[in-house]
């Protein structure tokens, strides 16, 4: 089976386009086109629905998209069989992590894993939206959260704990709460439609009702509230570190209650012949976390 034509068809699901599949493999956009077509007359089934404006999957796409992801994982862990081990990590990259964690953390740690691997290249993906690799094209996705049932691999890399915070202006015009209830009365800075916020109350977990006159589709834009006096925000120890020990932001404390604490996740479509481009980059990052998000 052709392997440019499987990867045609994994980048053009992914990409959402097959001139865009042609770009990220570096082929012309009739051979990419050619490619898919000689690849569903071997099948013969239509793998893609196309139109001048979208590209979608089909039935049958969708059935052979995972198949077709497998045989290139199998052809990349047969290459790397046979290569010297000093050889490392090989070929294109995709990964995504959070804007403010990506910009912070993961696009430093990729700089030196890059200039560690000269033979690899990267494309880094920082968003807030939640993307499925699968679907995506992508090998590798970072992630801070309560992780529920999924059917990715996972693995977890870090905790993440969280805390309040305010700025001294906020808290000297509007006080400093000492309770959950008290909170509740403050102006909550919140992610655009997050109508409660998550504690650990008596061993139990509570969500809590907040409310406030400022809410942003991205934590950096309520980090950026925070620090200019409108309200309390919620945000990461790691993302707040620089600003408390500047005094810009200060801790809030509840005698009740403390924030949900998170974690950071590695979470990849297999353990199957993990390619050593994503085992590399993962061990790359961990050793690039800063010293309190470590793991013992």
């Known amino acids: 089976m052709d392997f440019l034509a499987l990867s045609v068809l994994t980048e053009a699901a992914g990409a959402g386009s097959l001139a865009a599949a042609a770009r990220r493999l570096r082929i ?38 995972a198949h077709a992801q497998t ?47 000269p033979a690899v290249e990267v494309d880094l993906l920082l968003t807030d939206t939640v993307l499925d690799p699968v679907a995506a094209g992508l090998d ?22 969280r805390s309040l915070f305010a700025s001294p202006v906020y808290l000297a015009a509007s006080g400093t709460p000492a309770t959950l209830a008290e909170l509740c009365g403050h102006q909550c800075l919140a992610i655009s439609g997050v109508t409660h916020w998550a504690f650990e109350a008596c061993g139990k977990t509570v969500a809590t009702k907040i ?16 620090v200019g006096g409108l309200g309390i925000a919620l945000l990461s120890r790691w993302e707040a570190a620089d600003d408390v020990a500047t005094g810009a932001l200060r801790e809030v404390r509840l005698a009740d209650a403390e924030p ?37």
């Not at 898919?36 to 089909?58: F, I, K, N, P």
């Not at 990964?95 to 700089?111: D, E, I, W």
Request: one cysteine or more.
């Open 28 to 65: 012309a956009p009739m051979a990419a086109t050619r490619s898919l077509a000689a690849l569903e007359r071997e099948l013969g089934v239509r793998l893609l629905h196309r139109t001048t404006r979208s590209l979608t999957l089909t039935d049958e796409g969708r059935t052979f998209l």
């Open 71 to 117: 045989l290139l994982e199998e052809r990349d862990a047969a290459f790397a069989s046979v290569r010297p081990a000093q050889a490392g990590a090989s070929g294109l990259l995709r990964l995504t992590a959070s804007s403010a964690f990506g910009r912070k953390v993961v696009a430093p740690a990729t700089v030196a894993f890059m200039k560690e691997y």
């Open 211 to 226: 409310g406030g006159r400022f809410s942003a589709n991205s934590i950096e834009g309520i980090h950026q509230a925070c």
């Open 260 to 296: 949900e604490a998170l974690a950071i996740w590695a979470l990849y479509p297999t353990r199957r012949m993990v390619p050593a481009k994503v085992r590399l980059f993962i061990q790359s990052l961990v050793g690039h976390f800063p010293t309190s998000l470590r793991l013992p």
């Open 140 to 161: 590798l996705a970072i992630r801070i959260a309560t992780l529920g049932d999924t059917s990715l691999v996972a693995r977890r890399l870090a905790a993440s704990p």
